[in-house]
């Protein structure tokens, strides 16, 4: 029992994320409102970036930059496993750029609902829209 306790301890922040993606897509099936439905979204995009971010941290490595290039003296030899991988941390930067992008096409659309239907909340515009 204790194993486990300290196992479920050591893995704090994978628990952080599946907490976060639960409250996103809870907010995104659960509620009626598109303003809270698309906050949900953003909350489980998050909580996806920092699952990325954090697989891609490694304990006792250095950035992938060499201190002495082409022109240095004598011959160094690059072990890969001293180095930080940043290919998830770059890619998560798009993500986050698509995501901001996402969010304000997202409420750009909740606004022009709104204009139409004078209501945010789901169950009225589907009421409206079965009316016409």
Known sequence: MADLISIIVAKYNYWIYITLMMIGLYAMIAKNNLVK????MNIFQTAIILFYVSIGVKKGATI???EHGHGGHGHHV???ADYVN????VLMLTAI????ATLGVALALAIRVYNQ????EE?????QIREE
């Open 37 to 40: 439905k698309i906050v949900g």
């Open 64 to 66: 992938p930059i060499l």
């Open 78 to 80: 690059v072990h890969a």
């Open 86 to 89: 940043p290919l998830p941390h």
């Open 97 to 100: 750029v698509v995501g901001v």
């Open 117 to 120: 239907y004078n209501t945010l």
């Open 123 to 127: 169950d009225e515009i589907l009421a």
